[in-house]
């Protein structure tokens, strides 16, 4: 049995991108987050230590989003689920990555990928 915890709207500024602006300028990205965890034994216990703290889990999603610049939104998801799937706690982690001001030149509301990571397949 899994429960779901989510977290949306993580604002991080970040110098993704294939294009030389794009690494020179930065731009926002968007993180939202949905892991599945247990949370019985913290319903038991109601103490914080038996569950995934979110609040260090965001601080450590912004700073991998904010390092080392790469190409691809691709791999900035994948380097997040990572991060989120280092709490044993977590069975899976379900990542959506907005780039809201991706270089199209068209009118649109967003950019966005979505992978899913389970414990053993997490470089599959």
């Known amino acids: 049995m899994t429960d779901e915890?989510?977290?949306?709207?993580?604002?991080?500024?970040?110098?993704?991108?294939v294009f030389d602006f794009e690494r020179r300028e930065g731009q926002v990205f968007v993180v939202d987050l949905v892991l599945g965890i247990d949370t019985r034994p913290a319903a038991a216990s109601d103490d914080l230590v038996e569950?995934?703290?979110?609040?260090?889990?965001?601080a450590d999603?912004?700073?991998?989003v904010e390092r080392d610049p790469v190409d691809l939104i691709e791999t900035v998801a994948q380097r997040i689920t990572d991060v989120c799937l280092l709490d044993t706690r977590v069975e899976w982690a379900r990542v959506t990555l907005h780039k809201p001001d991706a270089p199209i030149d068209a009118t649109y509301s967003d950019v966005a990928l979505t992978i899913t990571r389970t414990r053993g397949n997490a470089h599959d």
């Open 5 to 17: 915890l989510s977290v949306t709207g993580i604002e991080c500024f970040a110098h993704h991108g």
């Open 61 to 64: 999603v912004k700073a991998a």
């Open 51 to 58: 569950t995934v703290n979110y609040g260090t889990l965001v």
